[in-house]
C-alpha cells in the first residue's frame, strides 16, 4: 500500500466551479506537504509546498493539511479550462512520495 | 542556471542491456531523488540521495543503482533492462525541506 493515497479521477467540472482535491498520507513522520500540476508529456510543476497544518493560499489555490487525520487537500477557485491536468499530492522528510495522481477536466 | 538537466531525453534498449541515466543540478542542492512515472501510477520513488556519498532505497528500487560522489550529479544505472523498466524517468532536486524541481524526463522503452 503506498504511503500517500489518492483518488486517480478523473473529476470533469465546469469552468468557474470550485475544486477540491484530496488525499490521505499514512506515515507519522511526514514533515511538509507538497502539490504539483502536471500537463499531458511535460514534467510536474510546483504549485504549493507547506510544513504544517492549516490553510497556505497562493491565487485561486489553496493548500490544507490536516495531521491528525493525515489528510491534504488542494481547492481551486474559479476554475479554468487551462487548470486541466493531472494533479499529484505529495509528502515527506527526507524521501517525497507522491500519490497516483488525480486527473482534472474543466469544460467551458 | 540550468537547474536540472538530464540525458538523454529518449532511449531505446533491448532486454539485457544495460545504462546510465544521467541527471544533473546546478543548484547545490543537498537532495536528489529518481522517479519513475508509469500511467495510472504517479511518480514512485526509485532511489534518493540527502547529500554526497549518501544515498537510500525508494519504493521500487530492484533493477536499478545509484551512487553520488559528488553534489551536481545523482547517476541512475539499469544493470540488466527488463521490459518492465519501460517508463518515463525524473530526477529532482531541492535544498532541504523546500521546493522540489523536476528535471524534464527521459524516456525509455526497452523492448
Known amino acids: 500500500q503506498k504511503e500517500v493515497e489518492q483518488d486517480p479521477g478523473p473529476l470533469s467540472v465546469p469552468e468557474g466551479a470550485i475544486v477540491s482535491l484530496n488525499c490521505t498520507y499514512s506515515?507519522?513522520?511526514?514533515?511538509?506537504f507538497m502539490w504539483y500540476r502536471q500537463y499531458s508529456r511535460k514534467g510536474p510543476e510546483l504549485l504549493m509546498y507547506?510544513?504544517?497544518?492549516g490553510n497556505k493560499e497562493d491565487g485561486r489555490f489553496t493548500a490544507q493539511v490536516d495531521k491528525s487525520s493525515k489528510y491534504i487537500s488542494l481547492f481551486i477557485r474559479d476554475s479554468q479550462p487551462s487548470d486541466s491536468a493531472t494533479y499529484l499530492c505529495g509528502g515527506g522528510t527526507d524521501k517525497l512520495i507522491f500519490g497516483t495522481g488525480t486527473r482534472l477536466q474543466v469544460f467551458p | 542556471n540550468a537547474g536540472v538537466t538530464q540525458t538523454p531525453k529518449f532511449q531505446v534498449l533491448k532486454t539485457g542491456q544495460s545504462m546510465t541515466l544521467q541527471c544533473a543540478q546546478d543548484?547545490?542542492?543537498?537532495?536528489m531523488s529518481w522517479y519513475r512515472q508509469d500511467p495510472g501510477m504517479g511518480l514512485r520513488l526509485i532511489h534518493y540521495s540527502v547529500g554526497a556519498g549518501i544515498t537510500d532505497q525508494g519504493e521500487v528500487p530492484n533493477g536499478y543503482n545509484v551512487s553520488r560522489s559528488t553534489t551536481e550529479d545523482f547517476p541512475l544505472r539499469l544493470l540488466s533492462a527488463a521490459p518492465s523498466q519501460t517508463s518515463v524517468y525524473f530526477c529532482a532536486s531541492r535544498q532541504s525541506y523546500n521546493e522540489q524541481f523536476f528535471g524534464p524526463g527521459t524516456r525509455l522503452t526497452v523492448l
Open positions: 506515515n507519522s513522520a511526514f514533515q511538509y
Open positions: 507547506t510544513y504544517s497544518s
Open positions: 543548484m547545490n542542492h543537498e537532495y
